[in-house]
């Protein structure tokens, strides 16, 4: 886990989990969890090193969804390429948490991001249609 | 002067290599993973067939399809039309819609005299040429084109109609808008059941699920319950929406399952592949346990291969040609009758 400071907040960023091997996948994941728990600070999970998401992955995505539900913490998707922001739309993850581009981005943008997830809360993102005008203007790459 | 007629099919599968499998019928030789080909069904239609009935119209009694590995070959082996007494050749690139006078083209190209006559739109080539005699001969050796740049810069026939390029998943789901609206000829093959949706044979709609025009869904596709099709959708035949997906201003492309739940908009699915319309990305649905492509069964393959002609215009892709025998196992292509 690494930590990253802009305008005063500090942001935990977690790896999703991306190792080849079952076994090692098993230990990021529970690594991945257990961060999410302790976690007092907002939290951008990365999926940079991801290549493809597994149905296993998606699972693990919806556990981490649960785990910051419910409680005050901010959570934003870094997407690392356009085939893993197309699985998040598809599965309407994004519609439950912001999706940047890039880590530079949510840094770059942090008040932004704090918004988005307050407004999406509040509205319980059920118009899907801004999600997909937020996925629209944010992607770039 | 006799007129022949070559349509080439580039992405398909070898048809020459179909014979053997499939002597009657056509219809099965789709290739599951190439998503753009151009034989993929458009709001239940085949493109193909659209182009082989303007030819028919022209009193072209049969014609001669390459495709896959056989579309270089083909375009390398023009010259074999002149020495086999065709005159004139039609040649048709499958990689448009376009709503041609072919016989416009053919007076355009007579009063020119042109040895070789392309048509184009706004855009460039629309894949459609006319060659005479000379023009075929000179093709003998050359690899990249069949005419050569002095024949290609002559006055090009210029079309003003409606044309859309196929390959191309954008301009593809913009035809389907297109057929959907009216803005072109091409109508959904199925019943009307009320303004902009239409529905092939053996569609199974759950009573809660929410069709929103304009929509196609075609022969034997199921929407699960809570789904949510359109607008501007087009699911193709023998597909499996599962209950709560939405698909909105998207393809689905046929033989397609898509699991519950999911959200696929401004998309082109083919199987186990999504690509996105806007952000032209390419992801895998199937290891994501998302979508996958449904096997055909046996018996669908014999009822497609034993389609007959008045079956076309039963909601179905199914197409079934009569290869003349005289085609020969050499040549990379395959004659057709129309």
């Not at chain 1, 994004?94 to 890039?102: E, G, H, I, Q, R």
């Not at chain 2, 070959?73 to 002149?82: G, I, R």
């Amino acid at each position: 886990m690494k930590d990253r400071a802009t305008n005063g907040a500090a942001w935990s960023i977690l790896p999703f989990p991306s190792a080849s091997s079952s076994a090692c996948r098993r230990a990021q994941r529970k690594d991945l969890l257990n961060a999410l728990r302790v976690s007092e600070s907002p939290v951008i999970l990365d999926f940079s090193e991801c290549r493809s998401l597994s149905f296993e992955d998606i699972d693990l995505l919806l556990e981490c969804l649960a785990q910051v539900a419910g409680r005050d913490k901010q959570m934003v998707f870094v997407a690392g390429s356009s085939a893993t922001r197309v699985l998040l739309e598809v599965t309407r993850i994004s519609s439950l948490a912001p999706v940047f581009n890039s880590i530079e981005e949510v840094l770059a943008h942090p008040q932004g991001a704090a918004e988005r997830d307050s407004e999406d809360r509040a509205e319980g993102r059920t118009e899907e249609h801004q999600g997909a005008s937020q996925s629209q203007t944010l992607w770039s790459a | 002067m006799e007129l022949g007629a070559l349509v080439m099919v580039p992405g398909g599968d070898d048809f020459t290599g179909m014979r053997e499998a499939q002597p009657h019928g056509l219809a099965a030789f789709e290739n599951p993973r190439a998503p753009y080909c151009s034989r993929m069904p458009i709001l239940g239609n085949d493109v193909l067939q659209s182009w082989m009935e303007r030819v028919r119209k022209l009193g072209v009694q049969s014609l001669w399809l390459a495709s896959g590995a056989g579309v270089g070959a083909a375009t390398n082996a023009l010259a074999e039309f002149a020495r086999q007494g065709i005159e004139r050749l039609l040649v048709i690139e499958l990689k448009s819609y376009a709503e041609l006078d072919l016989a416009d083209l053919l007076r355009f190209h007579c009063e020119r005299r042109n040895p070789v006559t392309e048509a184009h739109d706004a855009w460039g080539q629309l894949g459609v040429r006319l060659l005479d005699r000379p023009a075929l001969r000179a093709t003998g050796g050359k690899r990249e084109s069949c005419c050569s740049p002095a024949e290609s810069a002559q006055t090009p026939y210029q079309f003003s109609g409606y044309a859309k390029r196929i390959l191309s998943a954008r301009e593809r789901q913009e035809l389907v808008g297109d057929g959907l609206t009216g803005a072109c000829a091409m109508r959904p093959l199925g019943t009307q059941i009320r303004e902009q949706v239409w529905i092939g044979e053996g569609v199974k709609i759950a009573t809660s699920a929410r069709v929103i025009g304009p929509t196609y869904i075609g022969a034997r596709t199921i929407v699960g319950a809570g789904a949510t099709i359109g607008p501007f959708a087009s699911v193709e035949r023998d597909c499996v929406v599962d209950c709560g997906t939405t698909v909105e201003r998207s393809t689905v492309l046929p033989d397609t399952y898509l699991a519950p739940g999911l959200l696929i908009r401004n998309g082109l699915v083919d199987g186990r592949h999504l690509e996105h319309l806007g952000w032209g990305a390419v992801a895998d649905l199937e290891s994501a346990g998302l979508g996958s492509r449904i096997p055909r069964r046996g018996a669908r393959r014999e009822q497609f291969s034993s389609a007959t002609t008045d079956d076309r215009s039963r909601g179905d892709n199914a197409v079934a040609w009569n290869f003349a025998s005289s085609s020969n196992a050499s040549q990379p292509w395959l004659q057709v009758e129309l």
